[in-house]
Nanobody, 123 residues
Framework: EVQLVESGGGLVQAGGSLRLSCAAS????????IGWFRQAPGKEREGVSC????????YYADSVKGRFTIASDNAKNTVYLQMNSLKPEDTAVYYC????????????????WGQGTQVTVST
């Protein structure tokens, strides 16, 4: 059974940093795509970043480019999202998701989802 567990969310002041973790289990961590998504109250879910295991390609939403970095530690079956220079508009529930065929920021392409972790950025 595929399971994804996010951690690392919390409350941080604007300009601060957080690192989210997505611990994966139940599948071979060598041919996958992991994406990070977020959803703020009253807004649609949006893709933040994703990574492909096949070639290490990474993708970012324009809103987070230069501030967020996605990375994978295959030995730990964990994908990280380092978030720097956080802004109040980054406040949302952050989810990680997995699929086994394409790295994309389109949330509907993902089959497996974690429970989410809250990130709140104060002014």
């Amino acid at each position: 059974e595929v399971q994804l567990v996010e951690s690392g969310g919390g409350l941080v002041q604007a300009g601060g940093s957080l690192r989210l973790s997505c611990a994966a289990s139940g599948f071979t961590f060598d041919d996958y795509a992991i994406g990070w998504f977020r959803q703020a109250p009253g807004k649609e879910r949006e893709g933040v970043s994703c990574i492909s295991s096949s070639d290490g390609s990474t993708y970012y939403a324009d809103s987070v480019k230069g501030r967020f970095t996605i990375a994978s530690d295959n030995a730990k079956n964990t994908v990280y999202l380092q978030m720097n220079s956080l802004k109040p508009e980054d406040t949302a529930v952050y989810y990680c998701a997995a699929n086994f065929w394409i790295a994309t920021l389109s949330w509907y392409e993902y089959d497996y989802w974690g429970q989410g972790t809250q990130v709140t950025v104060s002014t």
